[in-house]
């Protein structure tokens, strides 16, 4: 696991509350001392978890926030005014004992969906998390956030602003149901610098688009996704706006963290065993470059040609025919690293299908994908689909 | 298998031509003694095969067509002016043999893109398979279609028009990269009616649009999809037209051996154990009930799902709700065959969960969505997706 130490004034802990059987861990509370500014993604599902319909609340309020609570194992959605109520009484018990208000407490919940909160497990959950506080904590929190999750995912960066030193800290979770707009997918963005909440919230929607939005394990987008950032302000840097000297600094740390933390979430989608990255370039536009780069990574021929190290390029050009992007056939250029197997639309002369097979047997690769149309450009990070995606998701 | 005669007039062959492996049976020829009037529906796909591209210009012709030759194992698809070449050569090959032009031939492929038909095992196949024509070879020619296919898939259904005798016969092949708007599949009607060309063309695109597109097994559409149909009139009855008595009996014929095909792709669909049937109702209009529908057939974790016979409605209302379908959460009503288990858009209270495992351990049976925000409707026709999908398509 990299490193992870939470920025100054956070504590967090997770415990297993009994949600989920055999004592997984399957709570989490991350805690800033003082009012942190806070900024938020949430899912484009119509279908929203309770937790979401309150934190769309929470993230407008000014009091700034004081916490993230979270359960894995139920979802919370799909029931109706019982679950908001379950949602309220998650903030309002953990608001509580740290002397906030309710409307300063995030609610995250991942895991299935349709199933009441077994809220006499998650009540006595919160006072156990409040026990268990400690500025260690943060690897106890990304446990307790996995579903299917084979490993906890976060991450600390540290850099300095204004001349203060400063931490930013995620911590994510995957790994099924992952499609390009933010899908069953938690990550919560911790960090010390002073940010004033309107460029903080610009930054996260901006660095969500390049860096959560652009991942895919399997084409499903769930009802609970949020990225949640909270800014304690702890580091006392001079307050960030664009027109900071580091504004730069700061969104680049806070883009490639993120991304960093995608890539996580992709290299751990549910039965992957190979992350690919699909570059299209030359597309008459970048939102049609984007249509092609997603219609070739949620293509179910292509994952597990991938899986099966097969150079099968026929099902790349298939895929992008049927996409919503403009397509001359006989333009279309295919590399794979930088092994070229097509050009113009047919199978390239001196193609190394030998050389193919190395690129495809490395647990990381891209394919390259030349429209060679304009100057539209996109990028899709996923994964390969195996027999074990099939055999996770009929549990 | 079902009951196979072809109509009057009609020869075909099926044969092993060594283009696949293991001496299966991999190219097919169907003739009409006399020109028959042709109609045909293709692939939506950017990138088409090159006998898309030839048979495009055959059915606009007005000369009649003669025959159907058609193979399997290699899809002469992404291969350039020397697969249009190849296709030209198939044509000429055929018409030859029985002394018609070459653009009265239809040429159908199917199988691994990006690869150069071997035409050193083509054109000798073909003089054996003008060699082996018989009024009984319809089941050889369905056998030879199959790609993944595990069982050939044909029917003929006889009526009555005009008083005279008439025979409708289809023979088809699935089995992967099925998508609603007709992804890779060959279907061939066959029939000795008299029909009027433009009412022939109208029939197949209003009979495909409520069949073959509405089957769904993994949301991959092909290169090669054709639907071709010959009526050469044998039957000598009055020629058929929208007017005619008996146009709305020789359309719901037609309509209804396409659906029993398309059922019959679905039911093979690779790796597939059940065929589900998603009902959509309540939509704020069909396209939007077709929308939510596709959402629900085309997501991996409700088809995996139904393959562990779990019913786990809840990753129904995340696909109806990431659709672009309009969805109300607090509307939606989900019903497993008589099985009520979700009223307004959460778990129905008295709902058996016993008797909905029971439902989802049938081969077949049938999803009732209920958006309850208007009169939309729609139906598509899918699969479960299992362990045996993914190996299929890894190799």
Redesign the interface.
């Known amino acids: 696991m990299k490193k992870l130490i939470l920025p100054n004034g956070f504590m967090a802990s997770g415990i297993a509350a009994g949600i989920k059987p055999k004592k997984k861990k399957d709570m989490a509370l991350i805690v800033s001392e003082t009012p942190a500014v806070s900024a938020a993604v949430f899912t484009?599902?119509?279908?929203?978890a309770a937790p979401v319909k309150w934190d769309i609340q929470v993230v407008e309020q000014k009091a700034g926030a004081r916490a993230i609570v979270m359960n894995s194992g139920n979802?919370n959605?799909?029931?109706?005014l019982r679950g908001s109520g379950d949602t309220a009484t998650m903030a309002m018990r953990t608001a509580e004992k740290i002397h906030a208000k309710p409307e300063q407490i995030f609610v995250c919940s991942t895991g299935?969906?349709?199933?009441p909160m077994p809220m006499e497990k998650v009540s006595p959950g919160i006072e156990t998390l409040i026990a268990k506080l400690s500025p260690d904590g943060g690897k106890n929190a990304a446990e307790a956030m996995m579903t299917t999750d084979l490993v906890p995912k976060s991450l600390t960066v540290e850099i300095e602003i204004d001349g203060k030193p400063v931490r930013v800290t995620g911590l994510a979770k995957g790994s099924?149901?992952i499609?390009p707009?933010m899908?069953t997918m938690l990550a919560f963005i911790l960090t010390d610098a002073n940010v004033e909440k309107h460029a903080l919230q610009c930054a996260l929607r901006a660095a969500t688009d390049t860096t959560f939005n652009r991942i895919s394990v399997?084409?499903?987008?769930?009802?609970n996704d949020s990225v949640i950032a909270l800014a304690n302000g702890m580091a006392d840097n001079e307050v960030l706006t664009y027109q900071s000297e580091d504004w730069s600094l700061f969104f680049q740390t806070l883009e490639k963290l993120m991304l960093e933390l995608a890539m996580m979430i992709v290299r751990d989608g549910e039965g992957a065993t190979k992350m690919v990255t699909i570059k299209v370039i030359g597309g008459a536009s970048n939102g049609e470059a984007d249509e092609a780069a997603r219609a070739v990574a949620n293509?179910?021929?292509n994952k597990?040609?991938w899986?099966?190290k097969?150079p099968?390029?026929?099902?790349i050009?298939?895929?992008?025919?049927?996409s919503h992007a403009?397509?001359q056939?006989?333009r279309v250029d295919i590399t794979y690293d930088d092994v070229p197997l097509?050009r113009?639309?047919?199978?390239y002369a001196e193609a190394s299908v030998e050389d193919a097979v190395k690129v495809l047997s490395k647990d990381e690769f891209t394919i390259h994908i030349n429209l060679n149309l304009g100057c539209g450009e996109a990028v899709v990070y996923t994964c390969d689909?195996?027999?074990q995606?099939?055999?996770i998701?009929?549990?």
Chains 1, 2 share one sequence.
Do not use: P
């Open positions: 484009t599902n119509q279908v929203k979802a959605a799909c029931t109706g299935t969906i349709g199933k099924g149901m499609e707009n899908a399997d084409g499903d987008q769930s009802t293509s179910m021929l597990t040609a899986a099966g097969r099968n390029w026929g099902r050009m298939d895929a992008i025919g049927y403009q397509v056939e006989d097509v113009g639309g047919m199978a689909c195996t027999e995606y099939v055999r998701n009929v549990e």
